[in-house]
């Protein structure tokens, strides 16, 4: 049943919607001036306004009976949305503000003026701690000689509650009109400007108000840009026989220029040496290049604005220009997104801004890695053309190619192949990683880890060498002197060892050195744990023991035993998971295919130690061209066999 309480709340409701549409009615010659007349008055952009016709127009029969176009015009839904929420957000962060600015305090105010024949009040309440009106004041004010009535109760009231910066009317004066105030509205040429001059009223005279100086800025044709703000803080504190502003036209705002946002450092002389946690810097971490990987955004276009037209106080449009777009800097190795304004690298290296273009290179050259260069970690590969000098560090995603010679460096890539024409000088210190293979013309007490091949041309001296593969000397020297060599599948060199024995040198082969060296690290932990657990349990059975005499024991002491109770589980739990890893490892080794092989096609001296699986034969005295296996739980001697060349691949430019 549709009752009359029914009808009134839609009605409510429905009159709450249509007042939150902005909404004017327009008229102009075309629907495109209707549109841009609107856009200024609504504060939008013609693209977000939508329109219903209410009287359609014609252009008539050159020129005669021309007809203007009546149109209603709103933002869309999407526009009112979006103004609401940035409204909503400004208000909030308003609200944020005000809690952290600190009040000022402000007395309370007031203003008597005699509009027509009424004597009117505004009262502005205080701010913070400042002093309210007092009644008796404005009482005493209002009172004049011509003062014929004023409403004393009304006047105590506003005095309270403020007038919520409206004028009210408390009481009636002895108007004569002959000393009213005058004004005159004076609007510029250009239609850009109007002030209003007013002289001062006599006694019983008329003041102007607000709504007179808006009514003769409208008689004068002033349609846009009435500012209120400014002709009620006139009519507030007059200045009479003065011109003062009180209506603006709408300027025109030209659109703003397309820009590029980068996301990286296009000035490499602004980039910065890293800094530690403590402030200290590292001079070998210069931060000189900008690594990016594929799809990673470089840099967006933010695109023209359109202008916004302006008009003068008599409606006339002022044209605005539209912002200039920009051609997108795309260099090499980057790619536009599917948005059209995003410009991403294509693929993995360092980013450059040259020549007005974004680009991306995946090759790194430098002349050498030392001082000027700091370390050097790129996601790409690393040219270095002279040598990588004692202390600095080359990283690198693909591979690190050295003409020169490698010192007292950690060189590592991960899945590149790492060549060094000259040789490393390791000095005890150097350390190569590489996720693919090795080469070099000699290693020198170096620590080597590959996940390929190891192929040097001249010799191996004193160095740590693990490969997953194979390790092969294949020049003319061809030497392994001293160090400890590990491939799962052989090592081939002409000579192993040296005449005479020298320094030790142990060469495995026949099962995986990360598989074995785990096994060393955890027999060696397990070693640690079951001396601790040794002496856990001794210090836990003198304690018990100390409590059986005592009956009971001191906290600290007690404490102390529940920690070591406490740590012997820990323990215990520790050495089992070792012992399971312990177990699965060596299934994995007792289970490897690969027998493994030692090759030496000239001498093997004396002295030298080699290992297929986990069984060693020491070399008592010198063989020749000679081959290492194992068969039947024992190492075997044989012809010498040649290398296994099987996918070993010599990179691009370089010869053995």
């Not at 000022?104 to 009040?121: E, K, P, S």
């Not at 009262?123 to 409403?151: C, H």
């Not at 009636?172 to 004004?183: E, R, S, W």
Request: charged content about 30%.
């Amino acid at each position: 049943m549709v009752t009359l309480e029914t009808i009134r709340k839609d009605m409510e409701a429905q009159l709450a919607l249509d007042n939150s549409i902005q909404s004017v009615i327009v008229n102009a010659d075309t629907l495109e001036e209707a549109l841009q007349d609107a856009a200024v008055q609504l504060d939008s952009k013609v693209s977000t306004l939508e329109y219903e016709i209410i009287e359609k127009g014609s252009d008539g029969f050159l020129g005669l009976a021309k007809k203007p176009w009546k149109l209603r015009i709103y933002p869309t839904a999407e526009a009112m949305a979006k103004r609401k929420k940035v409204k909503d957000d400004a208000s909030f962060d308003a609200e944020n503000f005000d809690e952290e600015v600190k009040t000022v305090d402000q007395d309370g105010m007031f203003y008597i003026r005699h509009f027509g024949d009424n004597i009117c009040l505004k009262v502005t309440l205080p701010v913070g701690k400042g002093r309210p009106v007092e009644a008796k004041q404005i009482i005493s004010e209002a009172k004049r000689t011509d003062t014929l009535s004023i409403d004393e109760d009304l006047i105590r009231k506003l005095a309270k509650n403020g007038s919520k910066d409206q004028y009210e009317v408390v009481g009636q004066y002895k108007h004569v009109p002959a000393g009213d105030a005058l004004l005159v509205i004076d609007v510029s040429k250009d239609e850009m400007l109007a002030t209003v001059t007013v002289t001062p009223p006599s006694l019983s005279g008329a003041e102007i108000s607000a709504e007179q100086i808006i009514r003769n800025l409208e008689i004068q044709g002033v349609v846009a840009g009435i500012e209120e703000d400014k002709i009620n803080e006139f009519v507030d504190n007059p200045a009479y026989n003065v011109p003062c502003e009180v209506a603006a036209a709408v300027k025109p705002q030209d659109g703003r220029d397309a820009y590029m946002v980068f996301h990286f450092e296009t000035d490499p002389t602004k980039l910065k040496i890293k800094e530690s946690k403590n402030g200290l810097v590292n001079f070998k971490e210069l931060n000189q290049i900008q690594n990016v990987v594929k799809g990673q955004p470089l840099a967006q276009k933010m695109p023209p604005e359109r202008g916004k037209a302006g008009k003068t106080l008599k409606g006339r449009y002022l044209e605005a220009k539209n912002g200039k777009d920009i051609r997108l800097p795309l260099g090499k190795n980057v790619e536009l997104d599917k948005d059209g304004v995003t410009i991403l690298a294509a693929m993995n290296g360092r980013v450059l801004f040259e020549a007005e273009r974004i680009n991306v290179e995946p090759v790194l050259e430098l002349d050498a890695v030392n001082i000027k260069t700091g370390n050097i970690d790129f996601l790409g590969t690393v040219v270095v053309k002279g040598n990588v000098e004692d202390g600095y560090d080359v990283k690198a995603s693909g591979n690190i190619e050295v003409n020169g010679t490698v010192g007292q460096s950690h060189l590592k890539t991960e899945s590149g192949d790492i060549i060094v024409s000259q040789g490393i000088f390791g000095h005890d210190v150097g350390v190569i990683q590489a996720g693919g293979s090795l080469w070099a013309k000699f290693i020198q007490s170096a620590k080597v880890e590959v996940e390929k091949f190891v192929i040097v041309s001249d010799s191996i001296m004193n160095s740590e060498v693990t490969a997953m593969k194979r390790v092969i000397l294949n020049g003319k020297k061809a030497q392994i002197t001293g160090g400890h060599l590990f491939a799962t599948e052989e090592i081939c060199a002409k000579n192993i060892g040296s005449p005479g024995g020298g320094a030790e040198t142990i060469l495995e082969v026949g099962f995986d050195p990360r598989l074995k060296q785990r096994l060393a690290d955890i027999q060696d932990e397990q070693n640690s744990l079951m001396r601790e657990l040794e002496e856990t349990e001794n210090n836990i059975v003198t304690l018990e023991n100390f409590k059986k005499q005592r009956k009971t024991l001191p906290k600290e002491k007690q404490d102390h035993l529940d920690n070591l109770k406490k740590r012997k589980e820990e323990i215990i739990v520790k050495s089992e998971k070792y012992a399971t890893e312990v177990e699965q490892i060596l299934q994995r080794l007792h289970e490897l295919k690969v027998f493994g092989k030692v090759k030496a096609f000239g001498t093997v001296y004396a002295g030298v130690k080699i290992y297929v699986r986990d069984v060693v034969d020491e070399v008592r005295s010198d063989v020749k061209n000679c081959t290492f296996f194992f068969e039947n739980g024992f190492v075997r001697r044989g012809k010498y066999e040649e290398p296994d060349m099987t996918d070993v691949k010599a990179p691009e430019g370089y010869s053995s």
